[in-house]
């Protein structure tokens, strides 16, 4: 919300770039690369240390539990999946920041910053893929429904049952058959 505040101010707004393909600022260069780019970094760190607290607590409640198991490979695939999307938005920042002193070329740089963006943009996405079971046995469903091009329909009745319980009042209980 604050870099939305930052940004309405007229000397700090941002114009699009037909020559480089980008946003530019157009009043204090420096004062606006300093606020994005801190506060992102800031939001990141944030973040990751909730991921940390969040591992941590998982842990403390399984020491407290009969089973003696602290940490499990679940545990260690969440917080591999943290780790990356932290590194990958870490790197894209310092990119924006600092490729152009790399790589002189604009266009080169800007292709780079772009392809790069994109990536992060769907890396979260990819690693819930990769990383939870239950998303990939869904996706794999949806996508052997499609191909297959048919599909089980079956037809469901619901029928209400009346029994008597313990203390003698009447009630009734939902069954459903699939046929």
Do not use: H
């Amino acid at each position: 919300i604050a870099l939305f505040i930052f940004y309405l101010f007229p000397s700090n707004r941002l114009e699009f770039s037909s020559i480089n393909y980008g946003w530019n600022y157009t009043g204090n260069k420096s004062l606006g690369y300093q606020i994005e780019n801190k506060s992102v970094l800031t939001m990141l760190v944030i973040s990751f240390i909730c991921y940390l607290f969040i591992i941590g607590k998982i842990m403390y409640m399984r020491g407290l539990s009969s089973s003696g198991i602290i940490i499990t490979f679940s545990d260690m695939k969440l917080l591999v999946q943290a780790i990356i999307n932290f590194i990958t938005i870490t790197l894209l920042e310092i990119c924006w920041y600092q490729l152009s002193g790399i790589i002189t070329d604009a266009e080169l740089n800007l292709l780079a910053i772009n392809y790069l963006f994109i990536f992060v943009s769907g890396a979260n996405t990819l690693l819930n893929f990769f990383f939870i079971k239950e998303v990939r046995r869904e996706v794999k469903t949806i996508l052997i429904c499609y191909t297959n091009g048919k599909q089980n329909i079956t037809r469901t009745v619901v029928r209400r049952i009346p029994f008597r319980d313990r203390d003698k009042n009447m009630s009734t209980k939902t069954k459903i058959l699939t046929e």
